[in-house]
């Protein structure tokens, strides 16, 4: 006969986030001692997260939360499928460890996992309770604080069963709610990878004119043109991955600078997320 009830088997699950199973076992392995199967399904969970170590989380999800209007965090949260994307833990858990870093005021990942996410719970150990309880390795990707101006974001759900995969957060030097949401749906959808073209690495610039000036070589062009169309595909090259030099999503006759100049707007910073891609 059973050392344990119904009631005890839910009692642990609500407690632990263990599976039915996991619960009705750790009952039978205490002989119904209820603190004695919490101890069980700990250690347990201690060694699945053991095992999950060196399984990739690949999928999750993008979040950003904001303190008013200038102070913002992003981060991913990464978990192994689309499944556990989709639960209700595993979302919670990005709120609370999002909620944590915006309240603490931290700008690096690594500061970020020493933080109190729950009451007497890291974020480290929030991820390997809830990865317990999800079966899943849980991990924070990457994490960016903004402070001061005007802070936007803007959240993508490229799937409408799925979490947003997809984020940007962007910071003005104006108060301006319209150009925010603008220019993080621009970020979002475009990519850029850098703000104006004198942030791109020389070495990218030079490696770029060398392929450019190949093709054009390639193609047959005269000697003579080849500088020219060099330079043309170099700068058609910024247009891809420069903020202030693609074309405005909602106006592409007009650049994203241009637009700013009719707004009397700057862009001071920003950073776009998304899961699976690391840049």
Same mark, same amino acid.
């Given at each position: 006969?059973?050392?344990?009830?119904?009631?005890?088997?839910?009692?642990? /699950?609500?407690?632990?986030? $263990?599976?039915?199973?996991?619960?009705?076992?750790?009952?039978?392995?205490?002989?119904?001692?209820?603190?004695?199967?919490? %101890?069980?399904?700990?250690? =347990?969970?201690? =060694?699945?997260?053991?095992?999950?170590?060196?399984?990739?989380?690949?999928?999750?999800?993008?979040?950003?939360?904001?303190?008013?209007?200038?102070?913002?965090?992003?981060?991913?949260?990464?978990?192994?499928?689309?499944?556990?994307?989709?639960?209700?833990?595993?979302?919670?858990?990005?709120?609370?460890?999002?909620?944590? $870093?915006?309240?603490?005021?931290?700008?690096?990942? +690594?500061?970020?996992?020493?933080?109190? @996410?729950? !009451?007497? +719970?890291?974020?480290?150990?929030?991820?390997?309770?809830?990865?317990? @309880?999800? =079966?899943?390795?849980?991990?924070?990707? /990457?994490?960016? /604080?903004?402070?001061?101006?005007?802070?936007?974001?803007? +959240?993508?759900?490229?799937?409408?069963?799925? !979490?947003? $995969?997809?984020?940007?957060?962007?910071? +003005?030097?104006?108060? *301006?709610?319209?150009?925010?949401? *603008?220019?993080?749906?621009?970020?979002?959808?475009?990519?850029? $990878?850098?703000?104006?073209?004198? %942030?791109? !690495?020389? *070495?990218?610039?030079?490696? #770029?004119?060398?392929?450019? #000036?190949?093709?054009?070589?390639?193609?047959?062009? !005269?000697?003579?043109?080849?500088?020219?169309?060099?330079?043309?595909?170099?700068?058609?090259?910024?247009?891809?991955?420069?903020?202030?030099?693609?074309?405005?999503?909602?106006?592409?006759?007009?650049?994203?600078?241009?637009?700013?100049?009719? /707004?009397?707007?700057?862009?001071?910073?920003? @950073?776009?997320?998304?899961?699976?891609?690391?840049?």
């Amino acid at each position: 006969m059973a050392n344990y009830s119904a009631a005890d088997v839910k009692r642990l /699950r609500e407690q632990t986030g $263990a599976g039915m199973l996991d619960c009705k076992n750790a009952l039978v392995d205490s002989a119904g001692d209820f603190e004695a199967a919490v %101890e069980i399904l700990r250690l =347990k969970g201690v =060694k699945d997260v053991n095992k999950r170590a060196g399984r990739t989380a690949a999928n999750g999800l993008v979040t950003a939360k904001l303190d008013g209007t200038s102070v913002g965090v992003m981060l991913e949260l990464n978990c192994e499928t689309d499944f556990v994307a989709k639960t209700d833990r595993f979302q919670q858990a990005a709120s609370d460890i999002a909620d944590a $870093a915006l309240a603490a005021g931290v700008t690096d990942r +690594l500061a970020l996992l020493t933080l109190e @996410a729950r !009451p007497g +719970l890291t974020v480290q150990q929030v991820m390997e309770e809830d990865g317990a @309880a999800l =079966k899943e390795k849980l991990d924070v990707g /990457r994490f960016i /604080r903004l402070e001061g101006g005007y802070i936007a974001t803007y +959240l993508h759900r490229s799937d409408p069963a799925l !979490p947003p $995969a997809r984020g940007a957060l962007v910071q +003005l030097d104006t108060a *301006d709610a319209e150009t925010g949401k *603008d220019i993080a749906q621009q970020i979002a959808a475009s990519a850029p $990878a850098y703000l104006t073209r004198d %942030e791109v !690495p020389e *070495d990218v610039v030079a490696k #770029e004119r060398r392929i450019a #000036e190949q093709i054009t070589r390639d193609e047959g062009k !005269p000697e003579q043109a080849i500088p020219k169309i060099t330079e043309g595909r170099l700068n058609a090259f910024f247009k891809e991955i420069v903020l202030l030099e693609q074309p405005f999503i909602k106006d592409p006759k007009k650049s994203v600078k241009q637009v700013l100049t009719e /707004r009397k707007v700057n862009v001071t910073a920003f @950073a776009r997320y998304q899961i699976g891609q690391a840049g």
